[in-house]
């Protein structure tokens, strides 16, 4: 039998591993999945954090652990350090989850600072541990006026780069003002229909993704890097 790595001269032999279902988790976890939700505004009537609190009762429908994260207080991102009581509230509940629901509204075009300010104060790995890495996402925003989607492709590209994977399905609410009774719950609508569309897509997707989540995100160019690491500090000669 031919050698599979013959017409690969770059390929470092160690590193490179073909997928297959024998390296997954086939024996599935029974726990309730744990979502977070983030919300953008802080206004007392905020129709982002309303959202986040329908879709918040629609997930526990469904079987889900839902924590929300109230964003007062939280303070702009270099203003102070991480040990602040807010940004170690935020990572913590980062690293409980095991799927996320982001809701912005659209201001100028785009999602919120306030929105903004809770991904930035995430970095990408905190000793050693990647908060959000592998982890489901979906993605929603309010508008005051006609639909529009600058928000969610905006979230989209952010939970990419937060190495999220970001479910297919999204909702965008318009004139969100209209869509929420005086008790602050959402009336019966198309809208209100997606955003359980939204949750159950979610949930489909924890559900199927969350105890494979490390071997999803097994990369070979870290495990090529990780490999050269190892020998340098190996092979380096005592000064």
Same mark, same amino acid.
């Given at each position: @039998?031919?050698?599979?790595?013959? &017409?690969?001269? &770059? ?7 073909? $997928? ?12 309730? $999945?744990?979502?977070? +939700?983030?919300?953008? *505004?802080?206004?007392?009537? *905020? ?5 986040? /609190? ?28 991480? *040990? ?8 913590? +509940? ?16 785009? %999602?919120?600072?306030?929105?903004? *300010?809770?991904?930035? !104060?995430? $970095?990408?790995? =905190?000793?050693?541990?990647? $908060? ?7 993605? %929603? ?13 905006? %979230?989209?590209?952010?939970?990419? !780069? ?16 209209? /869509?929420?009774?005086?008790? &602050? ?17 979610? @949930?489909?997707?924890? +559900? +199927? ?29 005592? =000064?």
């Amino acid at each position: @039998m031919p050698d599979q790595h013959t &017409n690969l001269p &770059n390929i470092d032999r160690d590193s490179f591993k073909t $997928p297959n279902t024998q390296n997954m988790q086939l024996t599935l976890s029974t726990h309730k $999945p744990k979502i977070l +939700l983030l919300y953008g *505004s802080l206004r007392e009537r *905020s129709f982002s954090r309303l959202v986040v /609190e329908e879709s918040a009762r629609l997930l526990q429908a469904f079987g889900a652990e839902t924590r929300i994260f109230n964003p007062q207080g939280l303070p702009q991102t270099d203003t102070e350090d991480a *040990s602040h009581p807010k940004v170690q509230e935020l990572r913590e +509940l980062m690293a409980w989850s095991e799927g996320q629901v982001w809701c912005s509204p659209e201001r100028h075009g785009s %999602m919120t600072s306030i929105f903004k *300010s809770q991904i930035d !104060w995430v $970095p990408l790995n =905190i000793g050693g541990v990647r $908060p959000t890495q592998g982890k489901t996402l979906a993605i %929603m925003q309010v508008s005051g006026g006609s639909q529009s989607f600058n928000a969610v492709n905006q %979230m989209r590209i952010l939970g990419r !780069w937060m190495r999220m994977v970001t479910i297919p399905n999204q909702s965008s609410v318009a004139k969100a003002f209209l /869509e929420f009774d005086d008790n &602050n719950r959402m009336k019966p609508s198309p809208y209100y229909n997606r955003i359980v569309d939204v949750m159950e897509e979610l @949930m489909k997707f924890t +559900l +199927l993704l969350r105890d494979n989540k490390d071997y999803f995100v097994d990369r070979y160019s870290e495990r090529v890097e990780s490999a050269e690491e190892l020998s340098k500090r190996v092979n380096q000669q005592s =000064i």
